[in-house]
């Protein structure tokens, strides 16, 4: 299997502009997670989906981000306007059967904000 | 609710052992450990539910304590493929759509 697949790998882009980023979970998954990691807070959870309907959005920090999910091989995490404060490494992770079951994780898009 | 993890950094030497723990103010459904080395993403080494059991993964092992809602990452002999930060993730209830609340890691650097 190829595993969680997340494009691109690596984005900068300057205040203002409007950012996506990509990610394709395993197949045969039915959750998938949006994390944001800093070296301030951590590895923090954005927003998670089942079966393509998001669940739990409690961690998106604002209205500048959406994430939606419009099949089960296919999500998108979307910025607009970005901030500096937005750069950070973004992780998606799919998981089989529950929300708290192992997670797998892909290789992470580094954000940089100018 | 973000679970509390020590030491937040430890350097050990190849050979010796480390515990690292995580520990929670609420009652604690499951535990679940991963390992991210530098640049990579994490990957999950393994879960224990609430109920004191031990698990084990060649030599690195863990334990829950239900009564202190703690769990303890032991790694025996370490080796340099064992660098890197190691999160654990506590599950409080056990419902449908509950999610896992990663603590802010513990760097681990083994040196020759």
């Known amino acids: 299997d190829a595993g969680v697949i997340q494009s691109p790998r690596h984005e900068v882009t300057e205040m203002g502009q409007e950012v996506t980023l990509r990610c394709k979970p395993i197949?045969?998954?039915?959750?998938l997670f949006w994390y944001r990691q800093t070296m301030m807070r951590g590895l923090e959870l954005l927003i998670y989906?089942?079966?393509?309907?998001?669940?739990?959005d409690s961690g998106m920090p604002e209205d500048r981000f959406s994430a939606k999910m419009p099949n089960a091989s296919f999500s998108t995490l979307k910025i607009q306007p970005s901030e500096p404060r937005d750069s950070a490494v973004y992780f998606c992770?799919?998981?089989?059967?529950?929300?708290?079951?192992?997670?797998?994780f892909g290789p992470g898009t580094r954000l940089t904000v100018l | 609710q973000q679970p509390v993890q020590s030491p937040q950094a430890v350097i050990l030497r190849e050979g010796e052992d480390a515990v690292i723990n995580c520990s929670s103010s609420?009652?604690?459904?499951?535990v679940h450990w991963y390992r991210q080395k530098h640049g990579e993403a994490p990957v999950f080494l393994m879960i224990?539910?609430?109920?004191?059991e031990q698990k084990g993964h060649d030599k690195i092992s863990a334990s829950f304590n239900e009564k202190k809602q703690q769990s303890s990452l032991y790694l025996t002999a370490s080796q340099l493929s064992y660098s890197g930060t190691y999160f654990c993730?506590?599950?409080?209830?056990?419902?449908?759509?509950?999610?896992?609340?990663f603590g802010p890691g513990t760097s681990l650097s083994v040196i020759p």
């Open positions: 609420k009652a604690l459904y499951s």
């Open positions: 197949s045969g998954h039915d959750y």
């Open positions: 992770a799919s998981a089989l059967g529950s929300s708290t079951d192992t997670q797998y």
């Open positions: 224990l539910l609430k109920g004191g």
């Open positions: 993730g506590t599950e409080y209830v056990k419902t449908s759509y509950d999610k896992v609340i």
């Open positions: 989906f089942n079966n393509n309907v998001p669940i739990d």
